[in-house]
């Protein structure tokens, strides 16, 4: 039923330590993505939709922890409980089997750096071993070539610290070596190819010019730059998994327009799998496989796309998509606010605002059940 | 070069001279500035040209005083000693510009130390919080509680009197300034989304810290350190004249203004009668400590991208 996942969550559960109390901001949440599949993640602001996201890399922000729960990726050697590894695989792990793009573009970006060293940083991170062997190729080309014996000496010193680093890429001595004068030429051949591959990147994101947007500074581009820049340097290792927490929100319509083809575009190209957060339900229709409906730390509905549209069983998705503005029609909104995730409503989390409400509904907590081909809802009106 | 709408060429301008010649603008345009900057431009070239204008005597330290004699009593502006000599015959010419070479030093080791080790304990007290941080800032506000100058003493004495021991006991009494601006600079940088977004890709904690926090953090400690080092100057000066510094003979202002102690209140009838043992070293003093008092301002001008601009 779950095809071939490159990444499945099962019964996780975030909660946040703060002063006045515990917030229990994911509960039990279980999802998966399939490989080269869209997953939209859409809910209401304050549903934990981003630190559904974060938590899948581990990246919970501070007061949060994760209680319970399974994140598998899929890496090289297979499926992976990460929740089980210490930090240092995850640091192997981020950014090169799973990757995220946030918000905020400007603000992902370090101000001090040149965008095409930023995404270089990847590069060198996950891929260092790739690039010497790489520059050892090239220094064996120009030996081989070199008429002068002192030329030929110094590059044969090059091979041999470059030999170092791929036996041992955290050689202390090697990276003292490299600082050196006349080595330090193999420094400049590692940055090159390094360099050429950004260019390329860039190249892929469309950015127009992509020599001269290696070496600009984040403030010298436009949001829509900045947001490429950021695809790029989430994509620079060819992620198996990409989550894109609500990328286009700051940015305006047309440029929101061409970031979604972007992504699109990408996702033929690489066959990344994504999940897009969201509260967007147009964007959703456009660019999603399948839609996960959350609601307060739950999940409520999840199926595909055209299901959710035609045929939402779950009462909050219904309302979410009747409170989508249309053109000759009042404005119609979901009454009541979020609850409080301190402490949250017992039984189903959207009883207080259902319609539908029943006396289970405030015993009970449903359970995500299944009602046809790939779509599920946890709701007791709904039996499968 | 790349050519663009037609051909106005867009990559003429270099950031990297604009900046220099922001930064020369700015320069011109504060008198203050100026004279910070040439006090100090006057003093390297003095401590540069020691040995040539006061050259030592062969085979000697060149940082010990000549004396003239043995009589304790001062002796006015000779031709021997074109600034008088102080209490023991010691040249006040000489000891005044080889101790611009020993504020130099006294300054720099002492402000660049206790730099280091506050960025340091700053960094990882910022970064990680919690208890580490719990800890190290505890231990930052006990060194607060206690005056600095007494603090610094208790720690001469302890460690033995001497110019490098003075240097020692200054920096472990100075870093804690620079720990506190340091970890609150971190604490705002930790949370912006480039660090979230650093560590998305894969960066360890030291990457993080060294590459992505520190060059954004580091600006204010820099100002900071450079408007300090007028004031570390100042304290080492007034620990050698409690006799806690550089022996009798050296050349260290403090030093020779400890040594004219007995004299200041001159003869009976003649107050001002051994002036020169203690505002020539005096001046020196006072100077240096506006140059880089003045250049601190004229830095903070500079690369304090809030105030730069106005």
């Given at each position: 039923m779950e095809g071939n996942p490159v990444l499945k969550v099962e019964n996780l559960v975030v909660r946040f330590y703060t002063y006045e109390g515990v917030v229990k901001a994911i509960e039990k949440v279980s999802f998966f993505l399939r490989e080269g599949e869209v997953l939209g993640i859409v809910g209401e602001t304050g549903c934990g939709k981003s630190v559904t996201a974060l938590s899948v890399m581990r990246l919970t922000p501070h007061p949060g922890r994760i209680e319970n729960g399974e994140v598998y990726i899929k890496t090289d050697d297979g499926l992976v409980n990460i929740l089980e590894k210490d930090e240092k695989y995850l640091e192997k792990i981020r950014g090169r089997y799973i990757s995220i793009v946030f918000q905020e573009p400007g603000a992902a970006?370090?101000?001090?750096?040149k965008i095409g060293d930023q995404i270089a940083e990847v590069l060198l991170i996950h891929r260092r071993l790739n690039y010497y062997k790489r520059a050892l190729k090239v220094i064996e080309d120009k030996i081989w070539r070199e008429n002068s014996s002192f030329k030929r000496r110094i590059l044969s010193m090059q091979r041999k610290v470059c030999k170092m680093l791929i036996e041992n890429p955290n050689s202390t001595l090697a990276s003292i070596l490299l600082k050196l004068p006349l080595i330090s030429g193999l420094k400049k051949l590692i940055e090159q190819e390094v360099r050429e591959d950004v260019i390329m990147i860039l190249r892929d994101m469309g950015l127009p010019d992509p020599e001269r947007v290696y070496n600009m500074y984040p403030h010298e581009l436009s949001g829509g730059m900045k947001q490429r820049a950021v695809i790029a340097m989430a994509l620079a290792c060819n992620p198996k998994i990409m989550i894109a927490d609500e990328p286009t929100t700051n940015l305006d319509v047309t440029i929101q327009a061409q970031i979604l083809q972007l992504i699109k575009d990408l996702r033929e190209k690489l066959g990344s799998s994504i999940i897009y957060i969201t509260h967007d339900l147009g964007v959703i229709a456009e660019l999603c496989d399948r839609v996960a409906v959350m609601y307060a730390g739950n999940i409520c509905e999840v199926a595909n796309v055209y299901e959710i549209f035609k045929n939402p069983l779950h009462p909050y998705t219904k309302a979410l998509l009747e409170s989508i503005p249309r053109p000759g029609r009042p404005f119609k909104s979901i009454p009541g606010t979020i609850p409080n995730l301190i402490n949250p409503p017992p039984g189903c989390r959207f009883h207080p605002r259902c319609k539908y409400a029943m006396d289970k509904c405030r015993r009970e907590v449903p359970r995500l059940i299944k009602?046809?081909?790939?779509h599920y809802v946890a709701c007791h009106l709904v039996r499968g | 070069m790349v050519k663009l709408l037609g051909s106005v060429e867009i990559e003429s301008v270099k950031p990297l001279i604009m900046e220099l010649k922001f930064i020369l603008k700015r320069i011109r345009q504060s008198p203050l500035s100026i004279i910070g900057i040439s006090i100090i431009v006057f003093y390297i070239i003095l401590a540069i040209l020691a040995p040539v204008l006061a050259p030592p005597e062969p085979g000697r330290d060149p940082y010990i005083m000549p004396s003239y004699g043995i009589s304790p009593v001062p002796k006015p502006p000779s031709k021997q000693a074109i600034w008088g000599t102080t209490?023991?015959?010691?040249?006040i010419y000489y000891g005044c510009i080889w101790g611009v070479r020993t504020a130099f030093r006294t300054g720099i080791i002492i402000t660049v130390g206790s730099m280091i080790i506050g960025i340091l304990i700053g960094c990882i007290s910022g970064y990680y919080g919690g208890k580490v941080d719990e800890i190290m800032m505890r231990i930052t506000d006990m060194f607060y509680a206690i005056p600095t100058i007494v603090l610094a003493m208790a720690i001469v004495v302890l460690l033995g009197i001497g110019l490098d021991n003075v240097i020692k006991a200054m920096i472990i009494v100075g870093w804690p300034t620079y720990a506190r601006l340091m970890r609150a600079e971190v604490l705002r940088i930790k949370n912006e989304d480039y660090i979230e977004a650093a560590r998305a890709i894969g960066c360890s904690d030291f990457r993080i810290m060294v590459k992505h926090i520190l060059p954004n953090a580091i600006y204010p400690v820099i100002i900071m350190a450079s408007m300090n080092i007028g004031n570390v100057v100042l304290a080492a000066s007034a620990l050698s004249f409690l006799?806690?510094?550089?022996?009798?003979?050296?050349?260290d202002w403090g030093a020779m203004i400890a040594l004219s102690r007995n004299w200041i209140l001159g003869l009976p009838g003649n107050p001002l009668a051994f002036w020169h043992t203690y505002i020539i070293p005096g001046l020196f003093i006072f100077t240096f400590v506006l140059g880089w008092n003045l250049l601190g301002d004229a830095f903070r001008d500079m690369l304090d991208p809030l105030i730069r601009r106005r």
């Amino acid at each position: 039923m779950e095809g071939n996942p490159v990444l499945k969550v099962e019964n996780l559960v975030v909660r946040f330590y703060t002063y006045e109390g515990v917030v229990k901001a994911i509960e039990k949440v279980s999802f998966f993505l399939r490989e080269g599949e869209v997953l939209g993640i859409v809910g209401e602001t304050g549903c934990g939709k981003s630190v559904t996201a974060l938590s899948v890399m581990r990246l919970t922000p501070h007061p949060g922890r994760i209680e319970n729960g399974e994140v598998y990726i899929k890496t090289d050697d297979g499926l992976v409980n990460i929740l089980e590894k210490d930090e240092k695989y995850l640091e192997k792990i981020r950014g090169r089997y799973i990757s995220i793009v946030f918000q905020e573009p400007g603000a992902a970006l370090n101000p001090l750096y040149k965008i095409g060293d930023q995404i270089a940083e990847v590069l060198l991170i996950h891929r260092r071993l790739n690039y010497y062997k790489r520059a050892l190729k090239v220094i064996e080309d120009k030996i081989w070539r070199e008429n002068s014996s002192f030329k030929r000496r110094i590059l044969s010193m090059q091979r041999k610290v470059c030999k170092m680093l791929i036996e041992n890429p955290n050689s202390t001595l090697a990276s003292i070596l490299l600082k050196l004068p006349l080595i330090s030429g193999l420094k400049k051949l590692i940055e090159q190819e390094v360099r050429e591959d950004v260019i390329m990147i860039l190249r892929d994101m469309g950015l127009p010019d992509p020599e001269r947007v290696y070496n600009m500074y984040p403030h010298e581009l436009s949001g829509g730059m900045k947001q490429r820049a950021v695809i790029a340097m989430a994509l620079a290792c060819n992620p198996k998994i990409m989550i894109a927490d609500e990328p286009t929100t700051n940015l305006d319509v047309t440029i929101q327009a061409q970031i979604l083809q972007l992504i699109k575009d990408l996702r033929e190209k690489l066959g990344s799998s994504i999940i897009y957060i969201t509260h967007d339900l147009g964007v959703i229709a456009e660019l999603c496989d399948r839609v996960a409906v959350m609601y307060a730390g739950n999940i409520c509905e999840v199926a595909n796309v055209y299901e959710i549209f035609k045929n939402p069983l779950h009462p909050y998705t219904k309302a979410l998509l009747e409170s989508i503005p249309r053109p000759g029609r009042p404005f119609k909104s979901i009454p009541g606010t979020i609850p409080n995730l301190i402490n949250p409503p017992p039984g189903c989390r959207f009883h207080p605002r259902c319609k539908y409400a029943m006396d289970k509904c405030r015993r009970e907590v449903p359970r995500l059940i299944k009602v046809g081909e790939d779509h599920y809802v946890a709701c007791h009106l709904v039996r499968g | 070069m790349v050519k663009l709408l037609g051909s106005v060429e867009i990559e003429s301008v270099k950031p990297l001279i604009m900046e220099l010649k922001f930064i020369l603008k700015r320069i011109r345009q504060s008198p203050l500035s100026i004279i910070g900057i040439s006090i100090i431009v006057f003093y390297i070239i003095l401590a540069i040209l020691a040995p040539v204008l006061a050259p030592p005597e062969p085979g000697r330290d060149p940082y010990i005083m000549p004396s003239y004699g043995i009589s304790p009593v001062p002796k006015p502006p000779s031709k021997q000693a074109i600034w008088g000599t102080t209490e023991g015959q010691y040249d006040i010419y000489y000891g005044c510009i080889w101790g611009v070479r020993t504020a130099f030093r006294t300054g720099i080791i002492i402000t660049v130390g206790s730099m280091i080790i506050g960025i340091l304990i700053g960094c990882i007290s910022g970064y990680y919080g919690g208890k580490v941080d719990e800890i190290m800032m505890r231990i930052t506000d006990m060194f607060y509680a206690i005056p600095t100058i007494v603090l610094a003493m208790a720690i001469v004495v302890l460690l033995g009197i001497g110019l490098d021991n003075v240097i020692k006991a200054m920096i472990i009494v100075g870093w804690p300034t620079y720990a506190r601006l340091m970890r609150a600079e971190v604490l705002r940088i930790k949370n912006e989304d480039y660090i979230e977004a650093a560590r998305a890709i894969g960066c360890s904690d030291f990457r993080i810290m060294v590459k992505h926090i520190l060059p954004n953090a580091i600006y204010p400690v820099i100002i900071m350190a450079s408007m300090n080092i007028g004031n570390v100057v100042l304290a080492a000066s007034a620990l050698s004249f409690l006799g806690l510094g550089s022996p009798a003979g050296y050349a260290d202002w403090g030093a020779m203004i400890a040594l004219s102690r007995n004299w200041i209140l001159g003869l009976p009838g003649n107050p001002l009668a051994f002036w020169h043992t203690y505002i020539i070293p005096g001046l020196f003093i006072f100077t240096f400590v506006l140059g880089w008092n003045l250049l601190g301002d004229a830095f903070r001008d500079m690369l304090d991208p809030l105030i730069r601009r106005r």
